[in-house]
C-alpha cells in the first residue's frame, strides 16, 4: 500500500493503545470500512473507537456481507451451514448482519444513517461456475500459463462480465431493491456523525 498512496497507517482498529498511537488526535472527514467489521470480536466496539477521529458531520461508508441473503437461507434449509474461502460465509468471518443488524451497530454508536445500499445476490450466485470457466480458460484468462498468478482482474475484463454489467446488473439492481433483505449481497451504509448542537 505504501508504494501506492501517500500515508498508510497500520493500526489495529481493535486496540485502544494502537488507535492512540498511530491516530494521534488526527481526525478525518471519511472512513471507510469496506468488509472489515465481520471480522472482527467486537465491531460496535471498534467503531466507536474510531468516532472521536471522525470530524463532526463526517461521512462513514460500511460494508458488510448479508447472512440473510437467499443462497445462505437455502442452505440452511437443507440442513447446511458451510464456510468458504470467500463470500459470505468466509472463512475469517467472526460476526454476521443482516439489514436491519448493521443499521442497529452503525446507529447504536452515535451515527445518523443517511442511507442504506445495497450490491445484488441473483447473478452473483454463479460466482463459482465463471470463476471455474475463467480457471479453464473458457471465459478470459485467469493466468498466462502454468504456475503463474492468478489474475485478480480477468473477471472484471471478461467478455461476459462487460456483457453482463451492461444488459443484466441493471434489472439486478431494480430486483434487490424489491426485496433488499433477500436478493443482496452486501449491505452498504452511509451514515454520518451528528453535527454538534450549537447555542
Do not use: C
Request: negative net charge; glycine residues 6%; aromatic residues 6%.
Amino acid at each position: 500500500a505504501r508504494t501506492r498512496l501517500d500515508e498508510v497507517l497500520a493500526a489495529d482498529i481493535e486496540s485502544d493503545a494502537s488507535i492512540a498511537a498511530h491516530l494521534q488526535g488526527r481526525t478525518f472527514d471519511l472512513m471507510l470500512l469496506g468488509d472489515v467489521l465481520e471480522h472482527l470480536r467486537a465491531p460496535a466496539e471498534a467503531l466507536e473507537r474510531l468516532l472521536p477521529h471522525l470530524e463532526d458531520e463526517g461521512r462513514i461508508l460500511v460494508s458488510v456481507p448479508n447472512v440473510a441473503a437467499w443462497t445462505v437461507r437455502a442452505e440452511l434449509l437443507a440442513g447446511r451451514f458451510e464456510y468458504d474461502r470467500s463470500g459470505i460465509l468466509d472463512e475469517t468471518h467472526l460476526r454476521f448482519f443482516t439489514r436491519p443488524s448493521i443499521v442497529r451497530l452503525v446507529e447504536g454508536a452515535g451515527l445518523e444513517v443517511l442511507r442504506v445500499e445495497r450490491n445484488p445476490h441473483v447473478v452473483r450466485a454463479l460466482k463459482r461456475v465463471v470463476v471455474g470457466l475463467l480457471d479453464a480458460g473458457v471465459v478470459g484468462r485467469s493466468a498466462d500459463g502454468p504456475g503463474d498468478a492468478p489474475d485478480p482482474l480477468a473477471l472484471m475484463r471478461s467478455w461476459p462480465y462487460q456483457g453482463y454489467l451492461e444488459a443484466v446488473r441493471p434489472l439486478e439492481d431494480a430486483l434487490a431493491r424489491l426485496a433488499p433483505e433477500l436478493l443482496s449481497f452486501q449491505h452498504v451504509v452511509v451514515a454520518r456523525k451528528p453535527p454538534r448542537p450549537r447555542r
